[in-house]
């Protein structure tokens, strides 16, 4: 079993920065592959980013490419989600996903086991 806890949300205003940290229960964390995912009030759950056990491989959304960075500490049994030049759009509850079964991960939802609470950003304009 592997428990997700999200932390780092909060309210920004646009243009600003902010890190999501993602900590993860388990001895095998350096195994998993994780994404970040999120979901605005009113739409369907989206990728945000992925990231393979190693930090090797990475993949991002188009709306997101060239301004949130995805990382990861295996040694901390950390994700890291950091965002900059944030934008209103961005606003939503931000969730981490581990997929135990796989190195690397992609951006289907359903490929992944487990998922943490989420945290909320709010991008004002």
């Known amino acids: 079993q592997v428990q997700l806890v999200e932390s780092g949300g909060g309210l920004v205003q646009a243009g600003g920065s902010l890190r999501l940290s993602c900590a993860a229960s388990?001895?095998?964390?350096?195994?998993?592959?994780m994404g970040w995912f999120r979901q605005a009030p009113g739409k369907e759950r989206e990728f945000v980013a992925a990231?393979?056990?190693?930090?090797?491989?990475?993949d991002y959304a188009d709306s997101v490419k060239g301004r949130f960075t995805v990382s990861r500490d295996n040694a901390k049994n950390t994700m890291y989600l950091q965002m900059s030049n944030l934008k209103p759009e961005d606003t939503a509850v931000y969730y981490c996903?581990?997929?135990?079964?796989?190195?690397?991960?992609?951006?289907?939802?359903?490929?992944?086991?487990?998922w943490g609470q989420g945290t909320q950003v709010t991008v004002s304009s």
């Open positions: 996903a581990a997929d135990e079964h796989t190195y690397y991960s992609g951006s289907y939802y359903g490929d992944y086991d487990y």
């Open positions: 388990g001895r095998t964390f350096s195994t998993y592959a």
């Open positions: 990231i393979s056990w190693n930090g090797g491989r990475t």
